[in-house]
């Protein structure tokens, strides 16, 4: 009979801490007051300078403000009919070193950082391969000199066994 009474007990004092538990963070995110921002995704993770993300950022309801190094500060907008989402776009700068950023975000005066959510691809050398020298080394005109007394040397040749070939 006890052991009845006990889980019969058991099982309603569970049932009312689930209860209550449910509905306490759904009065707290009805306001919007306490909720921190989180989940930040940024598209593409991977970019070139010069080029522009978008950073979306769950629990920010009211918009704010997102920074890196790799950017100036840019604005958060919240997203009509999305619960508690704000979006934003930035553009790279043109200066930005290749590697990985931090993101941090500033919802109703909390911050949030997320380390690494990008990475910024390097520039390539254009021109000749990538050569870091301008105009002909003394090993281009070297080659460049060979190249052109064999072929001198060749047609010379050709037209000598021609005129030879004339005579017979």
Known sequence: MHTTRFLAVSAASAAAVA??????PAAVARDG????????????????????ITVTVD?????????????????????NGANQTSKGTATIDDNARPGS??????CNGRTLTRPAAFTVLGGVRGGLGGGSTTGATPTDMAIGGGLVTAALVGGGVFWMRRRAERRI
């Open 33 to 52: 007051m306490g909720v921190s921002p989180s989940n930040i995704v940024v598209l593409p993770s991977v970019i070139a300078r010069g080029g522009q």
């Open 19 to 24: 209860a209550l538990s449910l509905a306490a």
């Open 101 to 106: 950023y931090d993101i941090t975000v500033n």
């Open 59 to 79: 629990g920010c309801p009211g918009g704010g403000t997102m920074t890196s190094s790799a950017f100036r500060q840019a604005t958060l907008t919240p997203i």
